[in-house]
């Protein structure tokens, strides 16, 4: 005579059997979610007691919910845009020019795209600089076609021109094929140490196409002034202390006649279908009221 115990095990046995014969397609499906219909009962009992756990959890009063970071408002209707962009910027960035964080780099992205309206990434097609947070110094113009000289550079004469040429050449190989797309590419001129970053030997010629006239969003951290550039020219040098360069065109809007060098932001602008203009981004219109300059 079998016992209880062993006529429930063929019981069992039995009604697994009758299961596979008659669903075999959810028989699979099962499988297929790693489980087993012998071990139904501890999946079930794991279920339970998982569901106990989360109901103590929420009935449960929190504890040092003073300690969790205070939530960034970023809609303030109290402020014009700018003014809520540097409140937020003082708020998210550390006092000292560093490398951010991963986590810190993607709340700027999502404040920047809601704020300014322009799609940007620390990171775009896995590429990523050695910094996004640094400061950023004035450059010189540059020769957009041989024999291009200052005087074609007006109204900005202050700053010369380089004597030689950007890290990608000329822009134009003559005068005339210079286009108009060509002169503000030159006009609103970044620089990025590419030189510096650990792969750029090894990964050409790839990162210096990839690099070429990349568009880059440039942020004024005190001001909030924000322009879209475009990257021309490799450095500055470490030694300088300064990590990222702007045409002379580009720091006048940024900071003014006196900007030399300031902290800035420096993001990819994410713009497959190259829609995003080169120049200032004058998000103010947002609220129908002047620019903010400080």
Known sequence: MYDFRTKLKLKSIEAQSDFKK??????????????????????????????????S????????????????????????????????????????????????EKRLEVIISDILKIKSKATLEGEHLNTVYGYIGAEQHLKRYPGDVLENHGPYYKEGIAPGLGAWGYFAKSKTDLTSTLEET??????????????????????????????????????????????????????????????PEVMEYLGGARYKKGAVLVFFVDDPENKIKLGPVVYNDLSGKDLLKI
């Open 186 to 247: 030159e006009k609103w001129y970044s620089v990025v140490q590419t030189l510096y970053l650990p792969d750029w030997n090894s990964r050409q010629p790839y990162l210096r196409d990839w690099y070429k006239h990349r568009k880059l969003l440039i942020v004024n951290t005190i001001n909030g002034n924000a322009i879209v550039t475009a990257l021309a020219d490799s450095g500055p040098a470490a030694w300088t202390g300064k990590h990222f360069g702007g045409s």
């Open 57 to 104: 959890l929420l009935l449960t009063s929190p504890v040092n919910i003073n300690q969790l970071p205070a939530p960034i408002e970023i809609n303030n209707k109290n402020l014009i845009p700018q003014e809520n962009f540097i409140n937020i910027l003082q708020k998210l960035l550390p006092s000292e020019v560093r490398p951010l964080a991963r986590d810190e």
């Open 22 to 55: 008659n669903f075999p397609e959810a028989h699979q499906f099962l499988l297929g979610k790693g489980l087993e219909l012998k071990n139904l009962r501890q999946y079930s009992a794991k279920l339970i007691s998982a569901g106990a756990i989360t109901g």
